[in-house]
């Protein structure tokens, strides 16, 4: 399996731009979170989804984020409009599993993301 | 509310020597217990867990953690360092019952030669 896999590496947009980032779990994994990571907040869980449902959003910043998953094999995070205060890495990662426990998590390479 | 501490910024060791990376947590109930190492411009990999059992836990690349409840403490060891286990380090907690995962800060370790 090739992983989890995130398109683009790197974004750079304008301020006001919508950004939408992609996200490819491992197949058959359940779970799918998105995390933002920067320097100031260290990781940040954004949302998870469970079976392509969002299960807790309480981590996303504001209304200008939003997730989606249409299917078990691919989701999308967007920011529309993008500030730079949005810069960041943003990651995806799965996990499959019923039982807390077993809750490893497998990441994706991250997005760095430049709002300008 | 669960959460992490990760009290040390940056570790430092000499290739050779033991290492040490701390990490308290806070949770209710029973926590599950994770350590992570991302290396530069990759994503988080995962090394090692605690579920219950044994309190001395080992994961990959010959690290180990111990669990003490006590102290609600986890902290991430490795009797001998290597120049490629420089890297930075996170430590993870979700409770019973819940799959959200609250990671700390994280610690960069730098392993001298």
């Known amino acids: 399996d090739a992983g989890v896999i995130q398109s683009p590496r790197h974004e750079v947009t304008e301020m006001g731009q919508e950004v939408t980032l992609r996200c490819k779990p491992i197949?058959?994994?359940?779970?799918l979170f998105w995390y933002r990571q920067t320097m100031m907040r260290g990781l940040e869980l954004l949302i998870y989804f469970n079976n392509n449902v969002p299960i807790d959003d309480s981590g996303m910043p504001e209304d200008r984020f939003s997730a989606k998953m249409p299917n078990a094999s691919f989701s999308t995070l967007k920011i529309q409009p993008s500030e730079p205060r949005d810069s960041a890495v943003y990651f995806c990662?799965?996990?499959?599993?019923?039982?807390?426990?077993?809750?490893?998590?497998?990441f994706g390479a991250g997005t760095r993301l430049s709002v300008l | 509310a669960q959460s992490v501490a990760q009290p040390e910024d940056q570790v430092n060791v000499a290739e050779g020597n033991p290492l040490t990376v701390k990490c308290t947590y806070s949770?209710?109930?029973?926590?599950?217990l994770f350590w992570y190492v991302q290396y530069p411009n990759r994503g988080l990999q995962f090394l090692l867990k605690y579920i219950t059992g044994d309190n001395l836990v080992k994961g990959s690349y010959g690290f180990e953690a111990e669990f003490n409840k006590s102290q609600t403490s986890f902290h991430l060891k490795k009797p001998s360092a290597l120049v490629s286990d420089s890297a930075l380090y996170f430590c993870?907690?979700?409770?019973?019952?819940?799959?959200?995962?609250?990671f700390g800060a994280g610690t960069r370790l730098f392993v001298k030669a």
């Open positions: 949770v209710s109930g029973n926590p599950y």
């Open positions: 990662a799965s996990s499959f599993g019923s039982d807390p426990s077993k809750n490893i998590q497998y």
């Open positions: 197949s058959g994994h359940d779970y």
């Open positions: 993870a907690v979700s409770s019973t019952g819940g799959f959200k995962t609250i």
